[in-house]
């Protein structure tokens, strides 16, 4: 078993990864590429998102919290949902162009709101608080 930082250095290292092939894919959806539907385009994320998962559970077991006892990791659980349903829809379920490329900057900015809770593990920026 890894210890603490290591730990949290794979969970960081698997967010970077996370949003990096995310924003890859959406370029190659937007160029209407063929390599969207290569098979590591199709695998490797979910290996990815597996380890940021796994990661994420064992980090806040080892830190002794829960998501429904600090309001920074039940925000970071639920945006991480948001994140994985707005990229399926940016990526795969959208209907029509238009809607997967707003649904693909949504789950961006969803991103970028969980990267901010994480390092300052507060929630007013989120919430206008
Ligand atoms: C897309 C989803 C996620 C991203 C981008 C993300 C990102 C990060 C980052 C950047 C850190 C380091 C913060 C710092 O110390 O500066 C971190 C730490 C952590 N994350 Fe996540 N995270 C995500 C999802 C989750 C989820 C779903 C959970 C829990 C269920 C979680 C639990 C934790 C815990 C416990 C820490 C360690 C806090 C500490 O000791 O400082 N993360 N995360």
Do not use: E
């Not at 967010?15 to 160029?31: D, H, P």
């Not at 693909?104 to 206008?128: D, E, M, Q, Y």
């Amino acid at each position: 078993m890894p210890d603490y930082l290591t730990l949290k250095w794979i969970h960081m290292g698997a967010a970077v990864l996370s949003i990096a092939g995310f924003v890859l894919r959406y370029v190659w959806m937007i160029a209407q590429s063929p390599l969207l539907q290569a098979r590591p385009t199709r695998i490797l994320p979910h290996i990815v998102d597996t380890v940021l998962l796994a990661s994420a559970i064992l980090l806040a077991w080892m830190a002794g919290i829960a998501p429904w006892t600090a309001g920074w990791l039940g925000y970071k659980t639920i945006a991480l949902v948001v994140y994985i349903v707005l990229g399926a829809i940016a990526l795969k379920r959208g209907r029509t162009r238009g809607a997967r490329i707003v649904a693909g900057i949504a789950a961006i900015a969803v991103f970028a709101s969980i990267l901010w809770v994480a390092r300052f593990k507060s929630l007013p920026f989120v919430f206008g608080a």
